[in-house]
C-alpha cells in the first residue's frame, strides 16, 4: 500500500485547501482512510476519517465545521477539503490506513501505513 499527498502550500488564515490522496495497492471502497497531522514539537493529532464503503465520517473537534473528507467516484482518491483554515492548523498533513479490522473510535482506522504528507502553513 502507498500514499500520494497533495495539495498543500502557504495559505493565509481564512484561506482554503484542498488536500489529496491518491492510493496504490489498496482496495479503496473498502478501507478506512484517516488523515493525521503533525507539527513540530506537538503530538500526532487524527482530525478526519472516513469508512468508504458506507460513507460514514468523524471530525476532531478543532476541524469540525471547516473540513470536509470525501472520495471520489472511482474512489481512487480521498479528499480533504480545508477552509476557514487558522495558524493552527499549520502542519504536515498525512492520509493513512491499516490492516486491524478493530475500529476502536470508528471509523477510524488503526492505522500502519501513511503517506509521506503533504505542508499546510497557514501565516499571513
Known amino acids: 500500500v502507498q500514499f500520494v499527498e497533495s495539495g498543500g502550500g502557504l495559505v493565509q488564515p481564512g484561506g482554503s485547501l484542498t488536500l489529496s490522496c491518491a492510493a496504490s495497492g489498496l482496495a479503496l471502497q473498502y478501507a478506512h482512510i484517516a488523515w493525521f497531522r503533525q507539527a513540530p514539537g506537538k503530538e500526532r493529532e487524527t482530525i478526519s476519517c472516513l469508512s468508504i464503503s458506507d460513507g460514514y465520517t468523524y471530525y476532531e473537534d478543532s476541524v469540525k465545521g471547516r473540513f470536509t473528507v470525501s472520495t471520489d467516484s472511482p474512489k481512487t482518491t480521498v479528499y480533504l477539503q480545508m477552509n476557514g483554515l487558522k495558524p493552527e492548523d499549520t502542519a504536515v498533513y498525512h492520509c493513512?490506513?491499516?490492516?486491524?479490522?478493530?475500529?476502536?473510535?470508528?471509523?477510524?482506522?488503526?492505522?500502519?501505513?501513511w503517506g509521506q504528507g503533504t505542508q499546510v502553513t497557514v501565516s499571513s
Open positions: 493513512a490506513t491499516g490492516s486491524s479490522d478493530y475500529y476502536p473510535n470508528y471509523p477510524c482506522p488503526e492505522y500502519d501505513t
